[in-house]
């Protein structure tokens, strides 16, 4: 009998090595290369090329401001450093923050509008304040626009607007600053307005005290009391009607004040 024995056939695990590409051959690499180059040629571009910086600035509406001292700011701000390089491309240029020191640098401006106009030109609308009376406070006469604010400091009082005395003001004293409210003012420049115009009363001064009482003094010497938090054209309406059928002309020169805060008649007291 022939046995035969057959040994366990051994098998050798074999490794194979994928051979590596070249760098060069590394498509992701390549794409990331492109991406970086891109992003850097698109920010050299915007920021630093020639093209988007800025070259021009135009202003329009400057009467009081000065336009050297306005391009003077607006070109500080305008400044920028992009990795130690300078700039002033269009679009670094921050126009609420060039807008906000515009107005806190100069009072007289009321408004101010920028526009971007691609690629190298910003412009510049200035609306200033316009004067409608004198705010007098502390021997200072400031001039008013019809906001309430002050935005110019004058030696001494004008004809040319009304003299407005507020004497328990407790606010702050700086120009740009609201010194009146909106709607007092409105009211005194409509009592001006009709005691000129409808009556032929000049006045003196308008003086706001407390409780808003409003005394007007007239060049005549005497004086009308209206209250400010009541309706005016009612309180005007009463001065019409007493100066028309009670107060002949002759008298006018005899009159201390008239007063129309209380009630639905004027009330004039003549001097003793």
């Given amino acids: 009998m022939n046995i035969i024995i057959m040994g366990r ?13 070249p760098v060069y051959k590394n498509r992701g690499l390549w794409l990331g290369f492109l991406i970086l180059a891109f992003s850097f040629s698109l920010f050299y571009f915007l920021f630093l ?28 701000k305008l400044e ?29 401006a009321a408004k101010v ?16 304040r316009e004067g409608v009376a004198v705010f007098y406070w502390a021997d200072k006469y400031f001039v008013l626009d019809k906001e309430g604010v002050i935005f110019e400091e004058k030696s001494s009082a004008s004809s040319v607007w ?18 009146l409210e909106k709607s007092d003012l ?28 409003l005394t007007v003094s007239t060049v005549k010497g ?7 938090q009541e309706n005016v054209e009612w309180q005007l309406t009463k ?3 007493v100066l028309e059928e009670k107060i002949p002309p002759e008298k006018k020169g005899d009159l201390e004040y008239i007063e129309l805060r209380f009630g639905n008649f004027a009330n004039p007291k003549y001097k003793d």
Avoid: M
Wanted: aromatic share 10%.
């Fill in 186 to 213: 409105a009211a005194i420049l409509q009592i001006d307005s009709e005691l000129k115009e409808d009556l032929n009363i000049l006045v003196e001064e308008f003086v706001i005290s407390a409780g808003k009482k």
């Fill in 80 to 108: 920028k450093k992009i990795l130690f390089f300078p700039s002033q491309s269009i679009f670094l240029a921050d126009l609420n923050a060039i807008k906000k020191d515009i107005l806190e640098r100069f009072p007289e």
């Fill in 9 to 21: 056939k051994q098998y050798r695990k074999l490794h194979r090595y994928k051979k590596r590409k």
């Fill in 239 to 241: 001065l019409k009607a």
């Fill in 113 to 128: 509008e920028i526009k971007r106009i691609f690629p190298e030109t910003l412009d510049f609308s200035i609306i200033e």
């Fill in 222 to 228: 005497w004086e009308i009391y209206f209250n400010l």
């Fill in 162 to 179: 009304s003299q407005i005395k507020v004497l328990d003001f407790t606010g702050e004293i700086r120009l740009g600053a609201k010194v």
């Fill in 49 to 76: 090329s020639e093209f988007f910086q800025i070259k021009e600035v135009k202003l329009a509406g400057c009467r009081q401001i000065s336009q050297e001292q306005l391009n003077l700011l607006i070109n500080e």
